[in-house]
């Protein structure tokens, strides 16, 4: 019995070290996507109160292990080599009223939050963004960096995959953290193609039909995880 006692701390461990890893291949995937830049986060809920999350002051491009500390729902730090972001608060208030969302993204990517500046809707314009259609908006620019604040997030949110938030960022949320990242991928890519398109004419929007069968298509772990790769295998 003793060996099994010894090799469940040791098999925990090395399973908390690949989700700290997949954390940080995730930021710095959106990092090089431009999708975030010194600041933004993501995190992985590891058990009923602990999350990861990337500290909030470091190299998001050369982000490693060490750059990972842990929180619990209420938002305080247990450990790490640095503070955890002051909207840290935004992942915890999505824990606690979400125990199926595993993995949140959080970042102030720039075509999206160019249309919720000028009072665009996000439209399905493009197959993968319809996965996230529609996406409710948080009609505030502040920060969500206190319990009101993400509550209120929370609640705009409801049961959607993402969210926007007015002139300030965007919020995925996924099963584990490949879910998080490619939406908030797709998300991004459909804001660009909506916004270009805006300077040339109305762009096409899908009909409820047209999103439904992306939805129906393109909602798959392996499309998911194909995505995931395409960027994983840009890293250095
Ligand atoms: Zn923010």
């Known amino acids: 019995m003793a060996h099994t006692d010894m090799a469940q701390p040791a098999t925990h461990d090395t399973a908390e ?72 608060h935004l992942h915890c208030g999505i824990y606690r009223v979400r125990p199926e969302v595993k993995a949140i993204v959080h970042a102030h990517p720039k075509w999206s939050t160019y249309l919720t500046m000028a009072g665009q809707n996000y439209l399905p314009v493009y197959a993968q963004g319809a996965l996230v259609y529609p996406v409710p ?35 995925t949320v996924g099963k584990d953290i490949v879910e998080a990242f490619v939406l908030a991928n797709y998300m991004e890519e459909n804001a660009s193609r909506q916004y270009m398109a805006l300077q040339i004419g109305k762009p096409y929007a899908f009909s409820d039909e047209e999103v439904r069968l992306c939805r129906e298509k393109l909602w798959n772990p392996n499309l998911f995880q194909r995505t995931w790769d395409h960027f994983r295998a840009k890293l250095e």
Do not use: W
Request: aromatic content about 2%.
């Open 137 to 171: 908006l948080l009609d505030s620019p502040n920060a969500i960096n206190n319990r009101p604040m993400a509550d209120r997030l929370a609640a705009t949110l409801g049961n959607r995959p993402a969210a926007l938030l007015k002139s300030h960022g965007a919020v």
């Open 17 to 88: 070290t690949e989700l700290k890893q997949q954390l940080v291949d995730c930021i710095r995937m959106l990092e090089q996507s431009d999708i975030i830049d010194y600041n933004g986060h993501a995190s992985i809920r590891l058990d009923d109160n602990r999350i990861l999350i990337n500290i909030g002051a470091c190299q998001r491009s050369r982000l490693t292990v060490d750059d990972i500390c842990t929180i619990d729902l209420e938002a305080n730090q247990n450990d790490g080599k640095g503070f955890a972001p002051l909207e840290r």
